[in-house]
């Protein structure tokens, strides 16, 4: 089974700054994708960034990217030019690419506060 | 009209009653998803539909029901319900319940059990 881990459970940032949210993970599958979603207080989880392991290149979206590393099981989130709006929780995920199941295993989440 | 609805955003209820959550999804989407998230841990799946068919119940207990007349409605029957049901209930849709699909969330169901 996979497991999903986020060490840091709250974080804080000042308006402008970066921030590098942790996340690792457990998995003995080779093909999987690995996904940030935040959660902000209107509860809806929206889709952050999206990475598929077989790619080596780190995904980036704007002020957001990750550093993915394989070897070590991480997925990292780094967050450039911080905003208020970007006070949410982000969760890390996992899934696999079985072909038969569109199963996420998350992460207990890190709820970031940008401060100004 | 936002790409995944779901009613009510806040629900009380005594452990005897009986209600529903309802989910709706006007994204074209095949399958759907109920996932549970409590206080300090990690989002629990619940059930998947894809096209109508239930392909996923893990280990749910019995006491919800979950119901997909339709791939665009899902809804989660509770009844005899338990204070640690208390939760935020997510509900997701995707194309497929296959690959890996990016899943879009509504903004989940409050339930507070007396």
């Known amino acids: 089974a996979q497991t999903v881990t986020q060490s840091q459970p709250e974080m804080s940032v000042q308006e402008a700054e970066t921030v590098t949210l942790s996340c690792t993970y457990d998995?003995?599958?080779?093909?999987?994708?690995l996904f940030w979603y935040k959660q902000p207080p209107s509860r809806q989880m929206i889709l952050v960034i999206r990475?598929?392991?077989?790619?080596?290149q780190n995904a980036t979206e704007n002020r957001f990217s990750v550093n993915f590393q394989k070897a070590a099981k991480s997925f990292s989130l780094k967050i450039s030019d911080s905003q208020l709006g970007d006070t949410a929780m982000y969760f890390c995920a996992f899934m696999k690419d079985t072909g038969t199941a569109s199963k996420l295993t998350f992460g207990t989440g890190t709820r970031l506060q940008v401060t100004l | 009209e936002t790409g995944v609805t779901q009613t009510p955003r806040h629900l009380v209820m005594g452990m005897t009653n009986k209600k529903s959550l309802k989910c709706e999804q006007h994204l074209g989407h095949n399958a759907m998803y109920w996932y549970k998230q409590s206080a300090k841990k990690p989002l629990e799946l619940m059930f998947v539909y894809n096209f109508k068919e239930q392909t996923e119940n893990n280990s749910v207990p019995s006491r919800f029901s979950p119901e997909c007349p339709n791939s665009s409605h899902l809804f989660l029957h509770l009844h005899t319900l338990q204070p640690e049901d208390s939760a935020l209930y997510l509900c997701?849709?995707?194309?497929?319940?296959?690959?890996?699909?990016?899943?879009?969330f509504g903004a989940g169901s409050r339930l507070t059990v007396l």
């Open positions: 998995t003995s599958e080779n093909n999987y994708y």
């Open positions: 990475q598929e392991a077989y790619k080596q």
């Open positions: 997701a849709s995707s194309p497929r319940d296959s690959g890996a699909n990016v899943l879009t």
